[in-house]
């Protein structure tokens, strides 16, 4: 049996993408017996969390885990901006999600993170594109409030994964 929670890469013409199985909670569906487009912001930033927080000994993590997420570690990452566009309703589902991020930029003390949301890799050759997203998250001191340059690491960790940032089609 594979494990269907570990990160793994996948090459994209734009550059490389993480791919994070996200699994589904119960508690994730709304009255309409779909992912409440609320609960989807939870699970892009469970995704968030996994891609970018440093693991804890013996803990499977991307290479891009390089953030201390300690409330000791000085540096808060917060959310400057967020936008989704949905295509699909996602039903309730055992296999997880097939979030897959990238970079759309590397700025001095922010990323823009870019997500499209899939369909379980396991469920059929057909994939559904159920959303897609970007949130810009700013590196900041704690103590300070004031935004922290990223580190040549972290440079070094990302820059691997900057592709296209993605374009809305349905923005008025």
């Known amino acids: 049996m594979t494990d269907t929670t570990a ?7 734009s550059g490389r993408r993480l791919h994070l199985p996200i699994p589904l909670r119960w508690g994730d569906l709304d009255a309409f017996n779909h992912v409440n487009n609320t609960a989807m912001l939870k699970l892009l930033e469970e995704a968030r969390v996994r891609a970018f927080w440093a693991p804890a000994a013996g803990e499977d993590a991307p290479e891009t885990a390089l953030l201390d997420s300690s409330i000791y570690s000085g ?14 309703p996602v039903p309730y589902q055992r296999q997880p999600l097939d979030v897959q991020m990238w970079f759309g930029k590397l700025g001095g003390s922010s990323i823009e993170v870019c997500y499209e949301v899939f369909s379980p890799i396991e469920t059929s050759p057909t994939r ?3 959303a897609r997203a970007t949130t810009v998250v700013v590196k900041v001191d704690a103590a300070t409030g004031r935004p922290m340059r990223l580190t040549p690491e972290e440079r070094a960790a990302w820059s691997p994964y900057l592709g296209e940032p993605l374009v809305y089609a349905h923005r008025r």
Do not use: G, K
């Open 128 to 130: 559904t594109l159920y």
């Open 75 to 88: 540096i808060l990452t917060l959310i400057a901006r967020q936008e989704i566009e949905y295509f699909a």
């Open 7 to 13: 990160p793994t890469v996948v090459p994209s013409t």
